[in-house]
């Protein structure tokens, strides 16, 4: 049976899979993400015929010159940036994600988001552990209420409509949005309004949460120019991708007050952080963990199983993003 290398250890639920199906998985033994010259060493060390890798993983051709053999990777991850499909398509490897199981854990996650940086939670909670909390007063941390107040969503894909929906039904927030297309599904359920550039959302949103892919179109698509055109009360939140944020702009308008708060889960240098945004008491920021939960997770190392699976038995996968 097949050889399979996992970049990191994920759970149990998708290696058993893949022992139950007779195949022999390795682990790589570091208790964290390989340097990518680690990554190559241990991909050379014996001929695989698959290979599990993460989004912290740079995957390219020098990764599959390492181990030839290999004529699948599977992302444990929905998007696949950290993957070169040039160089996939030119070594004759299939590459398969896991879309569709992040969508509730991501879009609840945004809306808490959404509610830590308005009602002002983590410097709250920050305050009364410290011991400076000696009893209510009537302008303590005032955040905003959000009932009535205008949600802009950049990216109305799956993870875009249900922040919206749960926005719109959940907090009696309106919804406009901006994608590359519109989405009649999106403006029945909660009377959204489609706005043709990222410029009018951000004018008109007290609210933005970006859900877009990391693509060059949408590399720092929130720059310092488009910071300009938020409302100087306006929270900005990202669970998509960090470089679809110039970071340093971000943290420059949270400093000089441009706009009211930022909710970050992901970075533009990751795990690296723009240092003032570590001192920033209107920046909530999380380390990567909008997908974080045990159901999410374990649907993923299922999914991760199943098109390794598949595909060692010549069947296609059903999460392919590139089919060899």
């Not at 994920?10 to 570091?30: C, F, Q």
Request: net charge negative; glycine share 6%.
């Amino acid at each position: 049976m097949a050889q399979i290398f996992v970049t990191r250890h994920i759970p149990d639920i998708g290696i058993n899979m893949l022992r139950a199906a007779g195949h022999t998985v390795e682990i790589s033994k570091k208790n964290g993400a390989l340097t990518h010259a680690e990554l190559l060493d241990a991909l050379r060390a014996y001929p695989y015929d698959a290979v599990v890798c993460l989004l912290t993983d740079t995957i390219n051709k020098e990764v599959f010159d390492a181990v030839p053999t290999a004529k699948i990777f599977a992302n444990y991850a929905v998007g696949y940036d950290n993957i070169s499909l040039t160089d996939a398509k030119d070594a004759g490897v299939t590459i398969t994600n896991t879309p569709g199981v992040l969508t509730d854990s991501v879009a609840e996650f945004a809306l808490s988001l959404i509610l830590a940086v308005a009602k002002r939670i983590p410097e709250a909670d920050a305050y009364t552990r410290k011991g400076l909390y000696d009893g209510w007063a009537p302008e303590l941390f005032l955040g905003i209420d959000l009932k009535g107040k205008t949600l802009g969503i950049l990216g109305a894909g799956r993870i875009g409509y249900e922040v919206a929906v749960r926005a719109h039904h959940g907090l009696g927030m309106q919804i406009v949005y901006n994608d590359v297309q519109k989405s009649a599904v999106l403006e029945k359920e909660t009377k959204a309004v489609y706005y043709t550039t990222t410029e009018d959302v951000l004018k008109n949103a007290d609210v933005v949460s970006i859900h877009v892919p990391l693509l060059p179109s949408t590399t720092h698509l929130i720059n310092a120019d488009r910071l300009k055109h938020m409302k100087s009360g306006a929270i900005l939140i990202n669970t998509s991708r960090g470089p679809v944020i110039d970071e340093q702009a971000l943290a420059n308008a949270l400093k000089a007050g441009t706009i009211r708060g930022a909710g970050l889960d992901v970075f533009e240098m990751e795990p690296k952080i723009v240092k003032e945004l570590m001192s920033l008491q209107n920046a909530v920021i999380t380390p990567h963990i909008a997908s974080a939960t045990e159901e999410t997770r374990n649907k993923m190392s299922a999914i991760v199983a199943e098109n390794i699976n598949d595909f060692l038995v010549g069947e296609i996968p059903n999460n392919v993003v590139h089919l060899a």
